[in-house]
Antibody, heavy 120, light 108 residues
């Protein structure tokens, strides 16, 4: 069965860095676009970034552009999110999610999330 | 950028009630809209995609409708397991995905 397992969250000081990972299993990872979505405590869902199945296209939300880098290693079935220059408003649960198909498609599988807390 | 606006933000209802949640897009998105359900401490779960297609395994009391800029999610007879927060999401764009603000369905 499809599984997405995030890791790498924790407490970091403002201005610090953190790298999140999302280990995928149960499907052919290299054929799916993958996304990061975050949710601040008590708030709604915010799309963060996407990487195409082959890594050729990458897009970011304006709120993280220039600070976060999404990447993937298809040989390891793993998605990454490198987060630099972290701010208090980056505090959130970060989910990885699979886009069902190429092109316009919903997110059909989500991980359980990993909590990132930016605080001094 | 395409914005999506959901209403209401909170909805109080009783078991057995018919519930409707609305989502409006800032520009036409055809039927590229999904609905998700999220319970506390859990990841979102896909309920409906392409505005009206029920995801496999989702009860038939959930339905979606609309196209262009106006969409609705309807729960025909609210069940205890349905008390949760619901989000719409547009996926018309190839470079920006946006969620509505969410609608919390509470017990009346």
């Amino acid at each position: 069965q499809v599984q997405l397992v995030e890791s790498g969250g924790g407490v970091v000081q403002p201005g610090g860095s953190l790298r999140l990972s999302c280990a995928a299993s149960g499907f052919t990872f290299s054929t799916y676009g993958m996304h990061w979505v975050r949710q601040a405590p008590g708030r709604g869902l915010e799309w963060v970034a996407v990487v195409w199945y082959d890594g050729t296209s990458i897009y970011y939300a304006d709120s993280v552009k220039g600070r976060f880098t999404i990447s993937r290693d298809n040989s390891k079935n793993t998605l990454y999110l490198q987060m630099n220059s972290l701010r208090a408003d980056d505090t959130a649960v970060y989910y990885c999610a699979r886009r069902r198909a190429a092109g316009r498609a919903p997110f059909d599988y989500w991980g359980q999330g990993t909590l990132v807390t930016v605080s001094s | 950028d395409i914005q999506v606006t959901q209403s209401p933000s909170t909805l109080s209802a009783s078991v057995g009630d018919r519930v409707t949640i609305t989502c409006r897009a800032s520009q036409t998105i055809s039927t590229w809209l999904a609905w998700y359900q999220q319970k506390p401490g859990e990841a979102p779960k896909l309920l409906i995609y392409e505005a009206s297609t029920l995801e496999s395994g989702v009860p038939s009391r959930f339905s979606g409708s609309g196209s262009g800029t106006e969409f609705t999610l309807t729960i025909s007879s609210l069940q205890p397991d349905d008390f949760a927060t619901y989000y719409c999401q547009q996926y018309s764009s190839y470079s920006l995905w946006t969620f509505g603000q969410g609608t919390k369905v509470e017990i009346k």
